[in-house]
T-cell receptor
Framework: AQTVTQSQPEMSVQEAETVTLSCTYDTSESDYYLFWYKQPPSRQMILVIRQEAYKQQNATENRFSVNFQKAAKSFSLKISDSQLGDAAMYFCAYRRGYGGSQGNLIFGKGTKLSVKP | EPEVTQTPSHQVTQMGQEVILRCVPISNHLYFYWYRQILGQKVEFLVSFYNNEISEKSEIFDDQFSVERPDGSNFTLKIRSTKLEDSAMYFC?????????????FGSGTRLTVV
């Protein structure tokens, strides 16, 4: 069974600085997708960024980028120029690829990010 | 931007009572999901639904749970006889496709409190 591990329960960053959140996963599949979701205090789940396992190029979305290391099964999220609004719980998630998959997400336990002014 | 709408935002119920959580997925989405998040814990998959039937369910989704798409727009989760441990945030989500890198769109959640 696939698992997702986020080893940092809490992280803190100074406003305007850069922070990296870690995520590792375990799978025997070669085709899959990885996601980072943000959950602010409102508790809504917001998609931040996604990565296809077959793509070597790391995904970027404005201030958010990932470092995808397929061999190491690592998928870290880098937030540049951190803003107060980035303070939230961040969840790493895995989704199986094609081949009869029904596509449910498997989440890590989350990392609570605080941003200091 | 299209949204997934969940009602109510907060529901309090007596243990043993039935509850129905409601969701309106995005109109052109075909795959629907329910997830649960117990306070302070990770988000857990409950069930996926496609073409008017359950396509996958987790071990959490036992006989006390059921889902339905009664009218082509609503997607409901029913808990027949609630237990204290059912207290959690319940998220509905929808997706255009069941696989691939299509991200889900999550609703804002329903906080269920069983007393």
């Amino acid at each position: 069974a696939q698992t997702v591990t986020q080893s940092q329960p809490e992280m803190s960053v100074q406003e305007a600085e850069t922070v990296t959140l870690s995520c590792t996963y375990d799978t025997s599949e070669s085709d899959y997708y990885l996601f980072w979701y943000k959950q602010p205090p409102s508790r809504q789940m917001i998609l931040v960024i996604r990565q296809e396992a077959y793509k070597q190029q790391n995904a970027t979305e404005n201030r958010f980028s990932v470092n995808f290391q397929k061999a190491a099964k690592s998928f870290s999220l880098k937030i540049s120029d951190s803003q107060l609004g980035d303070a939230a719980m961040y969840f790493c998630a895995y989704r199986r690829g094609y081949g009869g998959s029904q596509g449910n997400l498997i989440f890590g336990k989350g990392t609570k990010l605080s941003v200091k002014p | 931007e299209p949204e997934v709408t969940q009602t109510p935002s907060h529901q309090v119920t007596q243990m043993g009572q039935e509850v129905i959580l409601r969701c309106v997925p995005i109109s052109n989405h075909l795959y629907f999901y329910w997830y649960r998040q117990i306070l302070g814990q990770k988000v857990e998959f409950l069930v996926s639904f496609y073409n008017n039937e359950i396509s996958e369910k987790s071990e959490i989704f036992d006989d006390q749970f059921s889902v339905e798409r009664p009218d082509g727009s609503n997607f409901t989760l029913k808990i027949r006889s609630t237990k204290l441990e059912d207290s959690a945030m319940y998220f509905c989500a929808s997706s255009q496709q069941g696989t691939g890198n299509y991200g889900y769109t999550f609703g804002s959640g329903t906080r269920l409190t069983v007393v």
